[in-house]
């Protein structure tokens, strides 16, 4: 093999590591960095301040509060999700007349930006036009300013979330079920297992890993990506009440223009995340049956 055919690869490499450098690695190494220092309103001067931005973190009542509303919110988001897209799957693999229709229109939500999503859902909400607060206010006597009330801020946001999120699950979920042998649910049936226990006991253990990776993209998705949604229906508000680390970072970086602490919350979140997936990992990929 000549020198040119073992160089191939790792030049056709290039371009990718590139990328990854330039957008991941070196923002991150920057970040870190950051988070030592305190910047002038402007930018053109920086004092290293060593670990104070941390210790202003964690004196500041606020972030406890941006803390408690992401693990809240992320944690809630994400089983509620998972359960009712486990739900619909079921609905979604039957051979009934409609179901590869209703199929095509339920993965509609997982093509749409969360910054859509949440003008979407702001419309739907809004006292006086909206259609969600019609029927919520007819069916269970709720008629209220959901983006600027508290709880129903929360729940609205919430709400978005998972209509965002559910497409998501079901494609996973679906082709899960789809892949169980019917001869296996047949001999449940004649074993004497009814619906729910056929649910529960062989179809979703036999999901697990599909449960074990869609917690994890959803636990990202909630923590990260869920800006759009909550920038766009509530900005944060009322009274912080949907302010979660990723927004209060934004705030502390783009309307404060703080960006020693928002460096550091970032460095925060990120030990947040993998913390949380080790213990994840660690915990319960122990119950994960992979065949």
């Keep these: 093999m000549s020198w040119k055919s073992k160089i191939t690869p790792y030049m056709l490499l290039i371009p990718t590591f590139l990328v990854i450098i330039l ?6 190494t920057y970040s870190f960095k950051l988070s030592f220092y305190q910047e002038s309103f402007f930018g053109n001067k920086s004092i290293f301040v060593g670990f104070e931005n941390y210790t202003l973190l964690f004196q500041d009542p606020s972030y406890y509060k941006a803390l408690l509303t992401s693990f809240i919110y992320s944690f809630s988001s994400v089983f509620l999700t998972m359960f009712i897209a486990f739900l619909i799957s079921q609905l979604l693999v039957q051979n009934i007349p409609g179901t590869r229709f209703f199929r095509l ?7 749409v930006s969360p910054a859509i999503a ?3 859902w702001s419309f739907l909400l809004t006292p006086t036009v909206g259609y969600l607060n019609y029927i919520f206010m007819l069916l269970f006597g709720i008629d209220t300013d959901w ?3 508290t709880p129903y801020a929360f729940i609205a946001v919430m709400l978005a979330t998972i209509w965002k999120m559910l497409p998501f699950d079901l494609i996973f979920y679906i082709a899960g079920l789809q892949s169980i042998p019917d001869s296996l649910l047949e001999s449940s049936m004649i074993d004497g297992a009814n619906l729910w226990q056929r649910m529960w006991k ?8 599909i449960t074990f990776y869609l917690f994890i993209m959803n636990f990202t998705t909630t923590m990260f990506t869920s800006f759009g949604i909550i920038d766009l229906m509530t900005k944060g508000g009322p009274s912080g009440s949907t302010t979660t680390l990723i927004y209060k970072l934004y705030l502390d970086a783009f309307s404060y223009n703080n960006n020693g602490s928002a460096a550091a919350q970032s460095v925060i979140m990120f030990l947040i995340m993998g913390i949380i997936t080790v213990i994840y990992f660690k915990g319960v990929e122990k119950s994960v049956h992979y065949q």
């Excluded at 957008?23 to 991150?28: G, L, N, V």
């Excluded at 062989?202 to 890993?209: N, Q, T, W």
Aim: hydrophobic residues 60%.
């Design 202 to 209: 062989i179809k979703f253990p036999l999901l697990s890993p």
């Design 147 to 149: 983006l600027t009330t």
């Design 118 to 120: 949440g003008i979407l």
């Design 105 to 111: 229109f339920i993965f509609a939500p997982y093509a």
């Design 23 to 28: 957008f991941i690695y070196w923002p991150a």
